[in-house]
C-alpha cells in the first residue's frame, strides 16, 4: 500500500523531535525495569513450577531459571510487590502513549527498508511496540477482570514479557547515544519555563521525528509533558488506593470490584463469591467435611471437630494479583502444620494440594509449597475478624498464607493433600 505524500505531510506538529521523544524514553527506561522484574517476581509467587497445577507450562523452560521458593517473610510481600507491579502498569499508559505519538512518523517512513540493517531495527520496532501494546492491554484486561484472551493470562503475559523485554534492551543499547545526545541538546528546565508563543521545532534532524512542514505550536513542550505528567498522577491517584486497602480503597475509582465492601467483621474485598463461582449451598451446608490426606494416610472431618483442634490467629491481607489488596485481617483457624500431623506429616510438612467444592472455573484447587505449609501463620481458617467466615470469604473453611497471592488462598477447602505422591493431578 502506498501512502500518499500529503498524509506524511500531515504528522506536523512542531513539538515532535528527538529531544521530546527522548524525555519520554528516559521516563520509560525508569519504569519499565522495575515493571519487568516485579512481573517476573509476581509469577514466582505462583510456585509455577510446583506440579502442574498453579500453571500448564510449569518451569517455562529456560526462561524459568529465576524461579525460586517463595518466602512467606515479609507477610506483606506479595502485597508490595505487586500492587507496585499493577500500578506502576497503568501509571506508565500516559507515557507509553505520548511516547508512541512521539514516533508515530516513522510508522509510515519510506521508503520502508533501506537496507538489512534497517530492516532488522524495523524488526526489533516490531516486537517492541508489539510487546509494549501487548503486555499493556494483557495487563490491563486482567486487571479489569476481562479474561476474553485464549487459555490462561499468566503464560500469555510472560512470554509477551520476555520478547518485549528483548526487544526493549535492544533499542535501548541502540538508541542509547541518540537519546543521551538529544536530551543534551536542550535544557530542560529552560524547556519548562518555554511558553507557547516561544515554542520553536527542534532543529532538523536525521531522525526524522522533526516535521519538515511544522504546523504553528498549540501547545508548549511544557503543556504537553505536563498534560502526560498529569495523566500519569491522576491514574496513581484513582488506582493506588486499591492496593492500600482499608479506608483509601474508597479513592480507587477505577478498582473493578466496587470501593465499599459493606459493614461487620466480613466486610472486605470479596473476588469471587458463592454465586460468581457456583458453589452450591448444600455443598457448604451441616454435611460439608474435610478430608485431610497424605503418607498412606486419610481422615475426615466434619466442621466441629475442626473446631475443636487447637486454635490459632494470624493477622494477614489479601492480595490480588489484580493488584488489590484487602489491609490486614485478623483471621482463626487451624494451622496447616497440625492438620498435617493429622496424618502423621506433622514433623516435617511436606507441600500441600488444595481443592475447594467447587466443580467449575478456575482457582478449584492449587498446590503450596512446604515452607508455607511449615509457616505457623498459614491456617486452615474457620473465623475472620472474630466471627465466621461468610459464605462469600469462603465458609466453612478456606486457606490463608502469609506473603502469597490471594488465590492462593483457596475458600470452601474440600480437601488438603499433603506430599505430592498423594495429589490426585
Ligand atoms: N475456591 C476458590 N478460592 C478462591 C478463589 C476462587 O475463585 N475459588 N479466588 C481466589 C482469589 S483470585 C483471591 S484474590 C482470593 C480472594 O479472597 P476473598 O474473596 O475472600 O477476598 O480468594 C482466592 N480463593
Ligand atoms: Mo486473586
Known amino acids: 500500500m502506498k501512502v500518499p505524500a500529503q498524509f506524511i505531510r500531515s504528522w506536523r506538529s512542531p513539538l515532535r523531535g528527538p529531544w521530546l521523544t527522548s524525555v519520554f524514553a528516559v521516563a520509560l527506561l525508569a519504569g519499565i525495569p522495575l515493571l519487568f522484574l516485579t512481573g517476573l517476581v509476581s509469577y514466582t509467587a505462583y510456585n509455577p513450577d510446583l506440579a502442574p497445577v498453579n500453571d500448564m507450562t510449569p518451569d517455562k523452560g529456560v526462561l524459568g531459571f529465576y524461579l525460586f521458593a517463595w518466602p512467606t517473610d515479609p507477610y506483606w510481600l506479595y502485597r508490595v510487590t505487586q500492587g507496585v507491579h499493577v500500578t506502576l502498569g497503568v501509571v506508565l499508559v500516559p507515557v507509553l502513549l505520548a511516547k508512541l505519538w512521539s514516533v508515530v512518523p516513522k510508522l509510515f517512513a519510506r521508503p520502508p527498508v533501506r537496507s538489512l540493517g534497517h530492516a532488522l531495527d524495523r524488526l526489533s520496532l516490531l516486537l517492541l511496540v508489539g510487546g509494549a501494546l501487548f503486555e499493556f492491554v494483557t495487563g490491563i484486561l486482567n486487571i ?43 535544557d530542560f528546565r529552560a524547556e519548562l519555563r518555554t511558553p507557547r508563543a516561544r515554542t520553536v521545532p527542534e532543529p532538523p534532524d536525521t531522525t526524522g521525528l522533526v516535521s519538515r512542514a511544522p504546523a504553528p505550536p498549540t501547545v508548549s513542550r511544557r503543556g504537553a509533558l505536563g498534560m502526560v505528567g498529569l495523566g500519569s498522577v ?61 503418607g498412606g494416610r486419610e481422615t475426615v472431618l466434619t466442621r466441629e471437630q475442626l473446631e475443636r483442634l487447637p486454635r490459632h490467629r494470624a493477622d494477614l491481607p489479601i492480595a490480588c494479583v489484580e493488584g488489590w489488596s484487602t489491609s490486614d ?73 502469609p506473603g502469597a497471592p490471594g488465590v492462593m488462598n483457596t475458600k470452601w477447602v474440600r480437601r488438603l493433600s499433603f506430599g505430592e505422591s498423594s495429589w490426585p493431578v
Open 329 to 401: 485481617q485478623r483471621w482463626e483457624g487451624v494451622r496447616l502444620v497440625d492438620l498435617a500431623a493429622l496424618v502423621g506429616l506433622g514433623h516435617a510438612p511436606p507441600a500441600v494440594y488444595v481443592e475447594s467444592v467447587q466443580r467449575r472455573g478456575s482457582f478449584r484447587a492449587v498446590a503450596l509449597r512446604d515452607n508455607q505449609v511449615r509457616d505457623p501463620r498459614s491456617l486452615l481458617a474457620l473465623r475472620v475478624n472474630g466471627a465466621v467466615l461468610s459464605p462469600d470469604h469462603g465458609h466453612p473453611a478456606r486457606i490463608i498464607v
Open 234 to 294: 491522576a491514574l496513581f491517584v484513582v488506582t493506588a488506593g486499591q492496593s492500600i486497602g482499608g479506608p483509601v480503597r474508597g479513592t480507587a475509582l477505577l478498582a473493578p470490584h466496587g470501593r465499599t465492601p459493606g459493614s461487620g467483621p466480613n466486610a472486605f474485598q470479596i473476588n469471587k463469591g458463592v454465586a460468581a463461582t457456583g458453589v452450591r449451598a448444600r455443598d457448604i451446608g451441616p454435611d460439608w467435611r474435610l478430608t485431610v490426606r497424605g
Open 144 to 186: 479489569q477482570l476481562n479474561y476474553i484472551f485464549p487459555g490462561s493470562f499468566y503464560p500469555l503475559h510472560f512470554y509477551g514479557a520476555w520478547v518485549f523485554i528483548g526487544a526493549f534492551v535492544a533499542h535501548v543499547a541502540l538508541r542509547l547515544p541518540r537519546t543521551v545526545q538529544a536530551l543534551r541538546g536542550r
